[in-house]
């Protein structure tokens, strides 16, 4: 019985993989951290990304597969719900709201797609932050990528977007590096 589950656990979980199995399980989250941190590092060289709200269930990725350090909270940072946990400094720092957009049809989207996506996204997520920074006379482009789940485990992944709407402290909200 061991030798038979032995054969045939590798060639099912191989087949689950195969088609499309826990779409959760196959969310490109490590690399969309790692991705959009690179994105801020490039784009905002002296303005550290300090933390991040947005969409609750899926802004902690940013922290867990990117940077530990960051300061993850539902919402907006002067929502109601964010002040169960409050971050006092986060108007002098460099934020982001992440959003999820969902699974994309086309293999690879170019920069300006992305732009576009993050512009139309039609999620509440989405419509808050955009209407959130622009209460605050925030203007910077938001930072997207549209990505599949990489390894051997992920076979047939399709691409998926996030799009992190930014927020820049007042003194360099004008002006981005890169």
């Known amino acids: 019985v061991l030798a038979l589950v032995a054969l045939l656990g590798p060639a099912y979980g191989w087949w689950e993989a195969r088609s499309g199995g826990d779409s959760i399980y196959q969310l490109p989250r490590p690399e969309a951290a790692q991705a959009l941190l690179h994105q801020w590092q490039e784009r905002y060289p002296g303005t550290p990304l300090r933390w991040v709200g947005g969409q609750w269930q899926?802004?902690?990725?940013?922290a867990f597969y990117g940077d530990r350090h960051l300061f993850t909270l539902p919402g907006t940072p002067d929502s109601e719900p964010a002040q169960a946990y409050p971050h006092p400094g986060w108007a002098r720092q460099g934020g982001g709201l992440l959003c999820p957009a969902g699974w994309s049809a086309m293999p690879s989207l170019t920069?300006?797609?992305?732009?576009?996506?993050?512009?139309?996204?039609?999620?509440?997520?989405?419509?808050?932050?955009?209407?959130?920074?622009?209460?605050r006379g925030q203007t910077a482009p938001p930072l997207a990528v549209s990505l599949p789940r990489l390894g051997w485990r992920f076979p047939a992944a399709a691409p998926y977007a996030y799009v992190l709407y930014v927020y820049l402290p007042p003194a360099t909200h004008a002006a981005p590096g890169g």
């Open 58 to 62: 899926e802004n902690g990725l940013m």
């Open 111 to 135: 920069a300006e797609d992305l732009q576009t996506l993050a512009g139309t996204l039609d999620t509440e997520c989405a419509r808050t932050a955009r209407q959130w920074l622009l209460a």
